[in-house]
């Protein structure tokens, strides 16, 4: 895979990886609104190049399927089954990416390091998210599905852009905008209302700017420069930062279950990643 795309999506993954943490700091807001917000001001990145704006209709569906429709499932899937479980589930993203591959770009035929890769990464996502307790019961299947379709979505979006006719990287602050648009409509359709205080804005800032803006603008274009076996490997980085993050700012502990779960991790991304 080509340096520039390896960088990206490391970039992508570590700003991703302070994602737990900015929305632990703003777990008061609603969550749509809290998402809805975020990618307002993640689209403005790219507002001084809104000539680049101009995109096919088909070209923002899919933006908006991918950024709106992964958003509104996984926040549906927490509404209804445990946190752990849904973000488990959510968490096959990468795996699928990998898997899925061939079937949407099929000059990637898959090899065994690239399957080794995505079920060491997603073995270490279980042990971290879970700490090696879970419990799946049938009466949250309908929460479970809807993680399921996030992954889903996920995935899909990430492989689909590269079947697009080609686009400006730009345009990912439309994608954005539309989307948060739509998700501060499902805040007033289904959330209580909520008042901003002073001490949201500076995290919501950052939430913005990091890991709901320039992070999907390194996503796309590590997507369009790279190798999306490799990146679906390197992806599982992302719960392993996460989960450091909160660690050194005193809102996580360190476990023996979490240093297994990122050596896990790690081999994975090193497998998928090294030929």
Known sequence: ???????????????????????????????????????????????????????????????????????????????????VEANLINYLWPLLIVVLAPLFLPECGLRIRHIIAALLGFSGALLIVTGGDFHFRSEYAVG?????????????????????????????GLFCIFAGALSLLMHFALEARYVFAARDLPLLFLLGIGPMGTAFFLWDAALKNGDPRVIGSLAYLTPMLSTL???????????????????????????????
């Open 245 to 275: 993050v909160l660690v050194l700012t005193g809102s996580g502990s360190f476990t023996t279950i979490t240093g297994l779960a990122m050596l896990l991790i790690v081999s994975g991304a090193v497998a998928g990643s090294v030929r």
């Open 144 to 172: 479970y599905g809807l993680a399921g379709a996030s992954a889903f979505i996920w995935a899909s979006y990430s492989l689909m852009t590269k079947r697009m006719p080609p686009f400006p990287n730009a345009a990912i």
């Open 1 to 83: 895979m080509q340096t520039r795309a390896f960088v990206q999506s490391l970039a992508a993954i570590a700003l991703w990886g302070t994602l737990a943490y900015l929305a632990l700091q703003l777990s008061r807001m609603p969550p749509f609104l809290l998402v809805g917000t975020a990618l307002g001001i993640g689209g403005l990145c790219s507002v001084h190049k809104i000539s680049q704006w101009r995109i096919p209709f088909g070209t923002l569906l899919l933006g908006v399927y991918g950024v709106f429709g992964f958003h509104f499932c996984l926040f549906l899937a927490l509404r209804h089954a445990p946190p």
